[in-house]
T-cell receptor
Framework: GAGVSQTPSNKVTEKGKYVELRCDPISGHTALYWYRQSLGQGPEFLIYFQGTGAADDSGLPNDRFFAVRPEGSVSTLKIQRTERGDSAVYLC?????????????FGPGTRLTVL | AQSVTQPDIHITVSEGASLELRCNYSYGATPYLFWYVQSPGQGLQLLLKYFSGDTLVQGIKGFEAEFKRSQSSFNLRKPSVHWSDAAEYFCAVGNQAGTALIFGKGTTLSVSS
């Protein structure tokens, strides 16, 4: 079946602009995660949704970052007033709770470049 | 604090030689342990996972890993490396609740002919 998809694959923007990154999870997966991967680093957790609600947003670095999942499927990560330090690959993952074993399946990521 | 350490930033192995990638973790509860591989331009692909039971787990592409609680380690091994194994490898730790994974910084594997 189809895996996790993310759009766009690449996004170049200017400092101060607003961006939206989209994630389509695997069909039926109720848990959804956003991670950020900076160059030379492992992925770092941003936010976790269970259904429509954010179960854990402790990884969001500041209030410029926001994510929604209004219908419990597609999620959008929104970044306001982008800064050069926001440049990274943003990864989305989904999971089917209760599935044995509980495993997160990752999308290909969106590479964000802030000029 | 919870953390994952991958001591080797970059490893080069000859094709056909054996491979071991190290992973140490610090986690207060019973860890769920994962190894993921990331090829250039690709997403993270799960190689194998350990939750409980037999401490030697088999994964895809001929990889295996051994959980050693006394050493807080979960090292990845492969008996014979192929050129297509060149990629970045990440060790990660999670929990039963399925909350955030904590990743190591990764090990880049190069394969020489």
């Amino acid at each position: 079946g189809a895996g996790v998809s993310q759009t766009p694959s690449n996004k170049v923007t200017e400092k101060g602009k607003y961006v939206e990154l989209r994630c389509d999870p695997i069909s039926g997966h109720t848990a959804l995660y956003w991670y950020r991967q900076s160059l030379g680093q492992g992925p770092e957790f941003l936010i976790y949704f269970q259904g429509t609600g954010a179960a854990d947003d402790s990884g969001l670095p500041n209030d410029r970052f926001f994510a929604v999942r209004p219908e419990g499927s597609v999620s959008t990560l929104k970044i306001q007033r982008t800064e050069r330090g926001d440049s990274a690959v943003y990864l989305c993952a989904s999971r089917l709770p209760g599935q044995d074993p509980d495993t997160q399946y990752f999308g290909p990521g969106t590479r964000l470049t802030v000029l | 604090a919870q953390s994952v350490t991958q001591p080797d930033i970059h490893i080069t192995v000859s094709e056909g030689a054996s491979l071991e990638l190290r992973c140490n973790y610090s986690y207060g509860a019973t860890p769920y342990l994962f190894w993921y591989v990331q090829s250039p331009g690709q997403g993270l692909q799960l190689l194998l996972k350990y939750f409980s039971g037999d401490t030697l787990v088999q994964g895809i592409k001929g990889f295996e890993a051994e959980f050693k609680r006394s050493q807080s380690s979960f090292n990845l091994r492969k008996p014979s490396v192929h050129w297509s194994d060149a990629a970045e490898y990440f060790c990660a730790v999670g929990n039963q609740a399925g909350t955030a994974l904590i990743f190591g910084k990764g090990t880049t594997l190069s394969v020489s002919s």
